[in-house]
């Protein structure tokens, strides 16, 4: 049994100005990264943990989940797939942000 992230989510929100936040322009930013096969991975059928991204936002508009991009995209509308080793790099570059805007959280770990 190995404990590994399950969720994760980094929010960005220095882009963000109160007041303008909805819908001036200025919005906040999160990515979830969530663990989709830990089934497979309990059975042994998985080895490495992987995890699909989702990207929302604050904002009144609303934004691919799967690129990021708000208002109308031309992505291929599937999931980004990373490895534990991205989720955990993408943390550390939330904490080391200069802005203290960033920020980054496990919010769920299961044990496989
Ligand atoms: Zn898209």
Same mark, same amino acid.
């Given at each position: 049994?190995?404990?590994i ?6 929010? =960005? +929100?220095? =882009?963000?100005?109160?007041g303008?936040?909805?819908?001036g322009?200025? +919005?906040?930013?999160?990515?979830v +990264? #969530?663990? $989709? /096969? &830990? ?8 080895t ?10 604050i904002?009144? $508009? ?13 992505? =291929? #509308?599937?999931?980004q797939?990373?490895t &534990?080793?991205?989720? $955990? ?7 080391? /942000?200069p802005?203290?805007d960033? /920020?980054? &959280?496990?919010?769920?770990?299961? &044990?496989?």
């Amino acid at each position: 049994m190995s404990k590994i992230i399950k969720k994760a989510v980094v929010s =960005d +929100y220095r =882009d963000s100005i109160a007041g303008k936040s909805s819908n001036g322009g200025c +919005y906040g930013y999160w990515t979830v +990264y #969530r663990l $989709f /096969h &830990e089934d497979e991975l309990r059975a042994g059928l998985e080895t490495r943990p992987q995890y699909e991204v989702e990207y929302g936002t604050i904002a009144d $508009f609303d934004c691919c989940k799967y690129c990021g991009k708000i208002g109308s995209c031309i992505c =291929d #509308r599937i999931p980004q797939i990373v490895t &534990e080793e991205r989720v $955990f790099e993408a943390l550390s570059e939330a904490e080391e /942000h200069p802005s203290g805007d960033v /920020h980054g &959280e496990i919010l769920e770990y299961v &044990e496989v």
